[in-house]
């Protein structure tokens, strides 16, 4: 895909639609295997055209997830920045990369998403003992190829 075929509606339901499911009720079984949806649009965004959206469109969007789920405020933003910073670093070596080494990399770089926010709220007097904070990591690596397909096809077709 072209780096110059960019649709900006696309980008922004798909920011919207991910900020609604990362505060969509789920079970509370479910809820750890939740993906990190900011976080894969974030880096589908940065990974795709690198030179529109950055470090800053991820510290917004970030902070908009931070004031969606009412946590301290800052966490997610940061976090999302990271990710962001780390996919520009890396974005030439990713677009090398076949679809398992992609996910792969999703999986470590919203792993340590996950590790600075887990970090952070440990600080502040959290309980979350264990590495179970690390599934949505997982379970977003499982579905990136589902949602850089998608994404691809939308954004070719109305851009």
Known sequence: MSLSVISYPVFV????????????????NWLI????????????????????????????????????????LGINAFAMALVAFLVLTTHQRLRMFPLPQQCLMVFLLLGINQMIVHFVNQVLGADNPGFTYLLPAVTSAVVWPFVC???????????
């Open 13 to 28: 339901v798909s920011v919207i639609v991910a900020l609604v499911l990362s505060i969509s009720l789920f079970p509370v």
């Open 149 to 159: 397909a998608i994404l691809d096809r939308l954004n070719l077709k109305l851009a």
């Open 33 to 72: 295997l939740r993906p990190e949806w900011l976080g894969l649009m974030v880096f589908y965004w940065t990974f795709r055209s690198p030179h529109r959206f950055g470090v800053l469109v991820a510290w917004v969007l970030g902070l908009l997830l931070d004031v969606l789920e009412a946590g301290t």
